[in-house]
């Protein structure tokens, strides 16, 4: 697992302008180059009305319209009191939001102290939503997984196994069939909420594919645009392994294993390898019986139903019953 533990400044605004596309205005320079080290935003009000014991002057320090209207509700020099409650300490960055602008002599004292300060002109609710979940995706747990991960009627299939057994090939034959390929060989796993992985490639590799005996396949070049996606979440995990004569696998219930990402327990299919399986099919059914699943429908539990009645009404031979008899079908 890995896991970032700080980023400049400098690097939070140019990925929100290019990146999230939002608007930000160095009002000073200062120290851009200095870290932010956690995901959590700050509106420092309390702060700046005298009470800093509970200050956390380690996050992004936001200023919105009530910190404004409270600083030009002072005069001048309790303005410059205020704001020295927060500047004496060592603050990440300032960010005001809804063009609000602080008076020149505030700025002044936050160059003193090496911190750059921000505008922009979104309202401070949204702007603080953008914020947070570019911080929150720089600063989540990460950790690279070997397999590949392909949407299947939109569900993200992880597959993995040993090397060899046949991942990729199974990733191109649903790529060929209408899915779509995130990543192969190599996908990092990111923890985005505490039952949330989502998955992509890496930069390098992106939607390359190598199949042993033939070589590299540019997926994105063969099939077109709509055969990937640069990240999807990860929801259930395809274990292809080698058919063991002396294990046994699951016949009734579809999902019972789990395999753990992160710290996060994936259902998990495993699917044994014999010659003539058509493991593409296999992963569409398996895709299928989850959304069945998730949105209530459970075959293995209705089967299970059926039989139970089965029985109660007819003790005596519940299974060879056989189907009724159709008049007049000679088919």
């Known amino acids: 697992m890995f896991q970032k533990e700080s980023i400049t400044v400098d690097f939070m605004i140019r990925k929100l302008r290019d990146r999230v596309d939002v608007a930000v205005d160095a009002v ?8 932010i080290t956690e995901s959590n935003l700050h509106r420092p009000g309390l702060a700046l009305a005298g009470y800093v014991d509970l200050f956390t002057h380690q996050r992004v320090q936001i200023l919105g319209n009530t910190e404004h209207r409270f600083l030009h509700h002072l005069d001048a020099d309790r303005q410059v009191e205020a704001f020295q409650n927060i500047t004496q300490f ?15 002599r505030l700025v002044d004292l936050a160059t003193e102290a090496d911190i750059p300060v921000y505008r922009t002109s979104l309202p401070t609710v949204e702007f603080m939503a953008s914020l947070r979940a570019f911080l929150e ?8 997984v070997h397999g590949s991960l392909v949407d299947v009627y939109g569900i993200g299939l992880l597959l993995i196994g040993k090397p060899g057994i046949g991942k990729s090939e199974v990733a191109l034959d649903l790529v060929e069939r209408g899915h779509r390929l995130v990543a192969d060989d190599v996908i990092i796993a990111t923890k985005r909420d505490e039952q949330i992985l989502m998955g992509s490639g890496t930069d390098l590799v992106q939607h390359f594919m190598e199949v042993r005996g033939l070589g590299l396949v540019d997926i994105r070049s063969m099939f077109g645009i709509r055969a990937i996606r640069f990240q999807k979440r990860i929801e259930v995990v395809v ?8 294990k046994e696998y699951t016949r009734i219930h579809m ?17 044994p390898i014999t010659p003539g399986k058509n493991i593409t099919v296999i992963c569409e059914v398996i ?9 209530g429908y459970d075959p293995a539990e209705v089967f299970g139903e059926r039989l139970r009645a089965r029985i109660r009404d007819n003790p005596e031979g519940a299974s060879r019953r056989r189907v009724e008899y159709f008049e007049q079908d000679f088919e």
């Open 28 to 35: 000073n320079e200062a120290d851009a180059d200095r870290e």
């Open 90 to 104: 060592d603050l990440p960055c300032i960010i005001g939001t809804d063009d609000n602008q602080l008076p020149d």
């Open 137 to 144: 995706d720089q600063f989540a747990p990460q950790c690279s």
């Open 239 to 246: 274990n292809m392994q080698l058919w063991d004569p002396d």
């Open 255 to 271: 999902v019972e294993d789990t395999h753990e990402i992160l710290n996060v327990d994936l259902p998990m299919v495993q699917v």
């Open 287 to 295: 895709a299928m019986n989850y959304l069945l699943k998730h949105y």
